[in-house]
């Protein structure tokens, strides 16, 4: 069965300072991966999606991601973060059956 | 393109009454989830319908929660009685499901649910 694991539940960064969130998985073929982000209040908003191809996938908001198969990982990156982009982010796995299990998140601070 | 709408936003109600959510998918969407999020637990999936049918309702906690979709344009999540653990934010999510998986899933603003 599928699993995600996102190993940090909370991160901090500066204003202005790179980001990387973490992301493995658990799944016995190629899967599919999405992170979204989840602002206050909100519902989940796709920020980007791997499905096959370019194993960098660039997304909005100026996050990307890489997926490597060898590490079963797909983390978040964005070079310069914003206060505006404080939220929690979910990393998740679907598969054929168009079910999408998610991570448990990890929440973002942004440190003026 | 409206969204997925969900209605009411916020709900607050008392233990042992009768709870009704509301989801509206996005036109030509296909499929449709139903998820609860707690701090305890995440974001767990209830059930998922494809093309109004319900496909798989092992989420769904136990038989005081039932879901329907009676249309395309159209589905409820009722919990009676309802329980204080119940207390969770409720999400609505739709997709296009094609063949082999991978759609995307777009959300609602979700249900804040206060059962006391």
């Known amino acids: 069965a599928q699993s995600v694991t996102q190993p940090d539940i909370h991160i901090t960064v500066s204003e202005g300072a790179s980001l990387e969130l973490r992301c493995n998985y658990s799944?016995?073929?190629?899967?599919?991966l999405f992170w979204y982000v989840q602002s206050p209040g909100q519902g989940l908003q796709l920020l980007l999606k791997y499905f096959s191809g370019d194993t960098l996938v660039q997304g909005i908001k100026g996050f990307e991601a890489e997926f490597k198969r060898s590490q079963s990982s797909f983390n978040l990156r964005k070079p310069s973060v914003h206060w505006s982009d404080a939220a929690e982010y979910f990393c998740a796995v679907g598969a054929s059956d168009d079910k999408i299990i998610f991570g448990k998140g990890t929440r973002l601070h942004i440190l003026p | 393109d409206a969204g997925v709408i969900q209605s009411p936003r916020h709900e607050v109600t008392e233990m042992g009454q009768e709870v009704t959510l509301r989801c509206k998918p996005i036109?030509?969407?296909?499929?449709l989830f139903w998820y609860r999020q707690t701090m305890m637990r995440g974001l767990e999936l209830l059930i998922y319908f494809n093309n109004n049918v319900p496909i798989d309702d092992s989420g769904m906690p136990e038989d005081r929660f039932s879901a329907k979709m009676p249309n395309a344009s159209f589905s409820t999540l009722k919990i009676q009685p309802s329980e204080p653990r119940d207390s969770a934010v409720y999400f609505c999510a739709s997709s296009f499901a094609g063949t082999g998986g991978g759609s995307i899933q777009y959300f609602g603003a979700g249900t804040r649910l206060s059962v006391l």
């Open positions: 036109s030509g969407h296909n499929s």
């Open positions: 799944y016995g073929a190629t899967p599919y």
